[in-house]
Nanobody, 124 residues
Framework: QVQLVESGGGLVQAGGSLRLSCTASGRTFSSYAMGWFRQAPGKEREFVSGISWSGGTTYYADSVKGRFTISRDNSKNTVYLQMNRLKPEDTAVYYC?????????????????WGQGTQVTVSS
């Protein structure tokens, strides 16, 4: 069992930055691929970014490519999402997720563990 706790959400103006963090329990963090998804009101939960067990492979949604950066520190059981040049359309609840595989997936059904989510609100 893996428990995920996100932090770092908040309110920011368009063009600003936020860094989300997600800390996992357990001793096998380095064997999981990690991901970030988001869900805006009235919309489906969508893929944002994913990272492999080593950090050597990363995936991004087209809508965030070039603005968001995912990274991980296996010594701290933590994955990060650095979000720059934020837009109002980035407003959503952001969820951290873990996959029992070495490499990430774009499909939310491939992830076994989910955090409780953290709200990100970008004002125009």
């Amino acid at each position: 069992q893996v428990q995920l706790v996100e932090s770092g959400g908040g309110l920011v103006q368009a063009g600003g930055s936020l860094r989300l963090s997600c800390t996992a329990s357990g001793r096998t963090f380095s064997s999981y691929a990690m991901g970030w998804f988001r869900q805006a009101p009235g919309k489906e939960r969508e893929f944002v970014s994913g990272i492999s067990w080593s950090g050597g492979t990363t995936y991004y949604a087209d809508s965030v490519k070039g603005r968001f950066t995912i990274s991980r520190d296996n010594s701290k059981n933590t994955v990060y999402l650095q979000m720059n040049r934020l837009k109002p359309e980035d407003t959503a609840v952001y969820y951290c997720t873990a996959r029992t595989d070495l490499y990430p997936s774009y499909d939310r059904d491939d992830y076994a563990y989910w955090g409780q989510g953290t709200q990100v609100t970008v004002s125009s």
